[in-house]
């Protein structure tokens, strides 16, 4: 009998490092930054072969540290260009590391000026969403743009996903409740993410913002149906100098005859976010509302690059040249451009007399064909003396497209005359369309993946035991023909890198199936 009890003890004893071995690994794996030992880490754990079920269990109950609350805090990341640029986190007094927390990251206007915005704490820290988050006990995120990291550049969108998967290494963020809002060219930039990435994020709340301006501006293929995926709330005022509401209620239509998932409101006023005490009640009712289902049954997605590809459970990973489906059809609309505007961004932190001129806009702009150049300050427009942005927005109203234009400025010591000519009024598409999309309608049911592809070369398909069975055959069907038909198995090594790319608990995919066709 004795020798049974010692070889039990030496059992437990031997099953004990064995299992605090592979969750020690991996409470290292989710901390380190050392990309080496990321893939060492990995590699141990997937030879230690514990089951993916108890893999997923411990990455979704992740012990996280605590941290100072009721807190503005700046952090810094290295982007891709290699500049440090700063974000702030917005750590709410009601933070619990034991609890999964809403996150909501708010992208600021005025993003193509040369300097980052600031001052950056007071920003944060007098912003109404600030307040909000406080309010509902969310997490606030705030990143920082500037002129070669926009919100619609290379740069800028690698920093704004790179900031919200380190928010989530640092603080217990609710992966199903991600959201993102904006104002002007921040709203502009919501409108962009809902329609080329929306796997991360639960809804967006765009204000005062233009669909368009990622492809006008940034050259981003971007496409209306895609916000069917993701809901929206949006917001345009009567009186908008940029995006006054008569004009975007065109854009709202076309998106919603795409079958975008759309609500859209429009409010008397300028652009300025005056009308924000009265709405974001109504803004966070919306958003406790929307969840993010990140296993939705159907899908539909068109994209013109494969880095924009992938929606949720669904990739489109390359484009064939070819004629579109019959149903593909392509969703834009002509807006006229009519907008006076000169083509700079002002110096907000400048206090004397006049205009600053902070960064000229390049875009074949009058700034930039009359050689308005940064650090000028307007101080004459015609026969006009401008002393504020009023003064000068009161200019503006005087004059139509096409007329003469004549500014003096102060460079330096001297006084310099300017002119110019505004131009004609011109139609636009919203949209560029300047290379061939692919789409695709893609739903599951019952272990089956049915797709309708339109210029589809080739896809993929996430696959998470929350949507089909794992021991049974997994059949995806390409109009109506079987593409595949096999039963998979999870892959514990696959479920780890994953989750290091995404740092997403909710939706850690065990596989992948791709369909060349």
């Known amino acids: 009998m004795k020798r049974y009890v010692i070889a039990a003890i030496i059992l437990i004893f031997w099953a004990i490092p064995c299992f605090a071995g592979w969750q020690a690994d991996l409470d290292e794996l989710v901390k380190t930054g050392s990309v080496a030992r990321r893939n060492k880490l990995i590699e141990k754990i997937a030879d230690d072969a514990p089951g993916w079920q108890a893999v997923s269990n411990a990455l979704r109950t992740i012990k996280f540290p605590d941290m100072p609350k009721w807190q503005i805090v700046e952090y810094t990341r290295t982007c891709i260009d290699l500049e440090d640029r700063p974000y702030i ?24 000026s040369d300097e980052i915005y600031g001052p950056r704490e007071e920003y944060v820290r007098n912003n109404r969403f600030t307040r909000m988050c406080e309010e509902h006990g969310w997490i606030g995120l705030f990143p920082f743009g500037q002129a070669g990291a926009t919100w619609w550049d290379d740069v800028g969108i690698e920093n704004i996903l790179g900031q919200i998967r380190e928010v989530k290494t640092r603080y217990n963020v609710d992966d199903d409740r991600i959201y993102m809002s904006g104002f002007s060219d921040g709203g502009s930039a919501s409108f962009l993410f809902a329609m080329i990435l929306p796997t991360d994020f639960a809804a967006f709340i765009p204000l005062n913002g233009h669909m368009g301006v990622g492809s006008l501006d940034g050259d981003l293929p971007t496409y209306a149906p895609n916000f069917f995926n993701t809901p929206v709330y949006t917001v345009t005022t009567f009186n908008d100098g940029l995006y006054p509401s008569k004009k975007m ?45 990140p296993f939705p049954p159907r899908i539909v997605w068109e994209t013109g690059h494969k880095k924009y590809g992938r929606c949720r459970w669904f990739e489109i990973t390359d484009i064939a040249l070819e004629e579109p489906a019959k149903w593909h059809a392509d969703h834009n609309t002509t807006l006229i451009s009519d907008r006076i505007t000169i083509g700079f961004i002002s110096d907000e932190n400048y206090q004397g007399d006049g205009v600053k001129v902070d960064n000229v806009l390049n875009n074949l702009s009058l700034a930039m064909r009359m050689d308005l150049r940064k650090d000028d300050i307007i101080i004459k427009a015609n026969d006009v003396d401008i002393h504020t942005l009023d003064d000068l927005g009161k200019f503006k109203s005087t004059i139509n497209r096409g007329d003469e234009v004549k500014i003096v400025v102060k460079r330096g010591n001297d006084r ?44 993929k398909v996430y696959i998470h035991p929350a949507m089909f069975n794992m021991d049974e055959n997994i059949t995806i069907i390409v109009e109506g023909k079987t593409v595949f038909n096999k039963k998979l198995e999870p892959d514990i090594e696959y479920m780890l890198k994953d989750y290091i790319k995404n740092r997403d608990r909710k939706f850690i995919p065990v596989a992948e199936v791709k369909i060349d066709l």
């Not at 429009?266 to 929307?290: K, N, Q, T, W």
């Not at 789409?439 to 896809?459: D, G, P």
Request: charged letters at 25%.
């Open 89 to 112: 986190v917005y750590v709410p007094q009601s933070y619990d590391p034991a609890k999964p927390t809403p996150m909501f990251v708010y992208l600021h206007g005025g993003v193509s």
């Open 249 to 293: 209620r065109e854009t709202i239509e076309m998106a919603r005859n795409a079958g975008a998932d759309m609500l859209y409101r429009e409010l008397a006023g300028v652009h300025r976010f005056d009308y924000g005490d009265s709405e974001i009640p109504l803004i966070a009712d919306f958003l406790e509302r929307h969840p993010r289902d």
């Open 416 to 459: 310099v005359a300017l002119e110019g000519r505004l131009d004609e009024p011109k139609q636009y598409l919203i949209f560029k369309r300047t290379v061939p999309s692919a789409m695709a309608r893609v739903s599951y049911m019952a272990n089956q993946v049915e797709l309708e592809a339109s210029r589809v070369k080739s896809f």
